[in-house]
């Protein structure tokens, strides 16, 4: 299969799968491969073995013949909606935000790096966005489970005024306001200790990760540094990033090592 069709079969299995009313994750979970590497097919990325194209062709109701036709027309075939799945327990994935989960990121993030100069609140929302974006892309599954929002400066979590406010009454960490190269500058310093026994192992790497690579940066080159990563570009100014954008990074900023696979 040459890589100009195999991008061509990627788009007429995504454009189907829309059409059917199915996510990636129900799809992928009805073939019996990871959402990554449906992912990875539709974009064009990655071969189709035949017997994962043959459950993908009865699923999507459609012959290979006609999937793989010269002719292939959309607007040919029957596409009636999808059959209830619900019963057989796929779900699509939808953040539920982990409170306690958040204020133990926020304070360990801030325990890390409170005490370098440049982890102004820009910076340190862009540490929680690359923590739980990161952290899906590799493990499927959400850390915080905080929705971001694509807003001029890069993505910002939603609720976290209200949970930082929480955690000031709280004692839990303290806010004040200072200037960093001329600049106004919000801070904040942890008065706790984070609930380490909280994470597990791939969660504290994946954070352990971001703040190595990140936390030095300054606010402006983080935020530029965002601005080109694909769930960002991917979406429209103010509305809520999907996660699983994460899929269709690539690099630098994709995390997670995808193998191809051959027919």
């Known amino acids: 299969m040459q890589t100009i069709f195999q991008k061509e079969l990627g788009g007429r299995i995504s454009e189907l799968r829309k059409i059917k009313g199915y996510s990636q994750d129900e799809l992928a979970k009805l073939i019996e491969i990871s959402r990554p590497s449906l992912t990875q097919i539709e974009l064009g990325k990655r071969n189709i073995a035949v017997i994962e194209l043959q459950k993908i062709a ?13 002719n292939y027309k959309p607007e040919n075939l029957d596409l009636s909606q999808k059959e209830n799945i619900i019963d057989q327990g796929l779900r699509i994935s939808i953040p539920e935000l982990k409170v306690d989960k958040f204020k133990n990121v926020l304070l360990y993030i801030l325990e890390k790096c409170a005490g370098k100069p440049n982890i102004g609140e820009t910076l340190l929302y862009k540490l929680l966005y690359f923590s739980d974006f990161n952290y899906y892309e590799i493990y499927e599954e959400h850390l915080t489970g905080a929705e971001y929002r694509k807003l001029p400066f890069g993505p910002v979590p939603q609720k976290i005024e209200s949970i930082i406010n929480q955690m000031i009454e709280n004692k839990l960490i303290e806010r004040f306001k200072t200037e960093y190269h001329g600049y106004p500058q919000t801070r904040y310093i942890p008065l706790v200790k984070p609930n380490l026994s909280s994470f597990n192992a791939g969660e504290k790497d994946t954070i352990d990760k971001v703040i190595e690579q990140f936390s030095d940066w300054s606010a402006s080159a983080i935020s530029d540094y965002s601005h080109k990563d694909m ?9 809520v990033i999907d996660y699983e954008l994460a899929f269709y990074r690539e690099a630098p900023y994709s995390v997670r090592t995808y193998y191809d696979s051959t027919i």
């Open 58 to 70: 009865n699923i999507l109701s459609i012959s290979i013949d006609k999937l793989l036709s010269q």
């Open 231 to 239: 769930p960002w570009m991917a979406s429209k100014d103010g509305e």
